[in-house]
C-alpha cells in the first residue's frame, strides 16, 4: 500500500497562482503567440502526475507504452484495452495538461465507423481529451471531428509503419517526400486536425511545414523549429535500456538512479539493517504491559505445575 495525496485544483505556477487548462484551442492560441508547447508522454500515475506538476502541455499516453513499459520490440502489439488502462491511469493524475491517447495499430485501419467507436472508448472511458492517430487519414479525421473528437495528426516517421518504411528511418529526405508531407499536413489542418506530431523529418522540411501550417507542429527528431516539442519519458529520464537516437537529449539518469536504490535496500534487507526500529510500528505501552502480565501469569503456572509434578514423583518414592 502506498498514499498519495492531491493538492485541490490545478497545479499552481511557480509564481504561486494556478495554470489554467491547457485545451485544444489553447495550442492554437499558443502558436499564434509565438509560445513553445512542451509535450511529453507519461503512461501512468506516477509519471503523469510529474509531467503534470512540472508544467508540461500537453501529455501523450503514446503507444510506444508498447516498447517502453510493455517491453515489446515495436509498438504494433498493444490493444485498445491496453492503452485504454494506461490512459485511466494517466487521466487520474493530470490537472492541466491535454491528456491526448495514441489509437494504436488496427484500431483505426478498417471501416471508419469502428475507428470513430474505439475513439470514442478513448474519450468516454478513459477521459483522453485528444486522440493521435498516425498518416494523412484525412477522411477518419473529418469523422472523429464530426464526432466532436478532437485529433492530433502524426505524420513523418510513422513508428507503426515500420514494417512499410523498413525500419525506423528518417523520413521525407528528398524534396518530392518533402513536399508530400506538408501537402498531408495541410489536408490534416483543413479535415480539422487540432496539432501535428512530426516526426523524424529533416529539420527544413519541418520548418517550412510550421510556418506554413494555421495549426501547431509538435516536433521528434524534427528540429527546433516546430511550435512544440515532444519526447518519450523513458528516453528523457534514461530508462530505455538502449543507446539514444541522436534527437533525444537525457536530462536524467533514472537508470543509474534506480539501480544503486535497488542494490542499496538488497545489501540492508541481507545485512538486517532494514527495518531499523524506527521504521516498524510499536505496541502502546499499555499493551505490552498486560502481555508482559499475562506471560509473568502463565510462567507462574507453569512453574506450579512443575513443582507438583516434582512433588507427586517424589512423594512416590
Ligand atoms: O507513441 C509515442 O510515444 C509517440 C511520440 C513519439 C510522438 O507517438
Do not use: W
Not at 12 to 23: A, N
Not at 172 to 189: M, N, P, S, V, Y
Request: charge should be negative; proline fraction near 6%; include cysteine.
Amino acid at each position: 500500500m502506498s498514499l498519495t495525496d492531491f493538492p485541490a485544483g490545478a497545479h499552481p505556477s511557480p509564481s504561486g497562482f494556478p495554470l489554467p487548462k491547457v485545451t485544444m484551442p489553447a495550442l492554437s492560441e499558443m502558436k499564434r503567440q509565438g509560445k513553445p508547447i512542451s509535450a511529453l508522454t507519461a503512461y501512468d500515475y506516477a509519471s503523469a502526475r510529474l509531467v503534470d506538476e512540472a508544467g508540461i502541455d500537453l501529455l501523450l499516453v503514446g503507444d510506444s507504452l508498447a516498447m517502453v513499459v510493455l517491453g515489446h520490440e515495436n509498438t504494433l502489439a498493444v490493444t485498445v484495452d491496453e492503452m485504454l488502462h494506461h490512459t485511466r491511469a494517466v487521466r487520474r493524475a493530470v490537472r492541466r495538461a491535454l491528456v491526448v491517447a495514441d489509437m494504436p495499430f488496427g484500431s483505426y485501419h478498417g471501416a471508419i465507423s469502428d475507428a470513430v467507436a474505439s475513439a470514442v472508448r478513448f474519450v468516454k472511458e478513459a477521459g483522453a481529451e485528444a486522440v493521435k492517430i498516425e498518416g494523412p487519414r484525412i477522411e477518419l479525421v473529418q469523422a472523429l471531428v464530426a464526432a466532436e473528437i478532437p485529433v492530433v495528426g502524426h505524420l513523418g516517421l510513422t513508428p507503426q509503419s515500420v514494417h512499410r518504411m523498413g525500419g525506423y528511418r528518417v523520413q521525407a529526405r528528398t524534396a518530392d517526400a518533402a513536399l508530400q508531407i506538408q501537402a498531408d499536413a495541410f489536408a490534416l489542418a483543413h479535415a480539422g486536425a487540432g496539432a501535428i506530431v512530426l516526426e523524424g523529418i529533416p529539420r527544413e522540411a519541418a520548418a517550412e511545414i510550421t510556418a506554413a501550417l494555421p495549426i501547431p507542429t509538435i516536433g521528434i527528431g524534427a528540429g527546433p523549429d516546430c511550435d512544440g516539442q515532444i519526447l518519450v519519458f523513458y528516453d528523457l529520464v534514461n530508462l530505455t535500456f538502449a543507446p539514444a537516437a541522436k534527437f533525444v537529449r537525457r536530462y536524467a539518469d533514472a537508470s543509474a538512479l534506480f539501480r544503486s536504490a535497488i542494490e542499496h535496500y538488497r545489501e540492508d534487507v541481507e545485512h538486517r539493517a532494514f527495518p531499523s526500529d524506527a521504521e516498524s510500528y510499536h505496541l502502546p505501552e499499555s499493551a505490552r504491559r498486560l502481555i508482559q502480565a499475562s506471560r509473568d501469569d502463565e510462567d507462574a503456572v507453569v512453574n506450579r505445575d512443575a513443582r507438583e509434578e516434582l512433588d507427586q514423583k517424589t512423594n512416590r518414592r
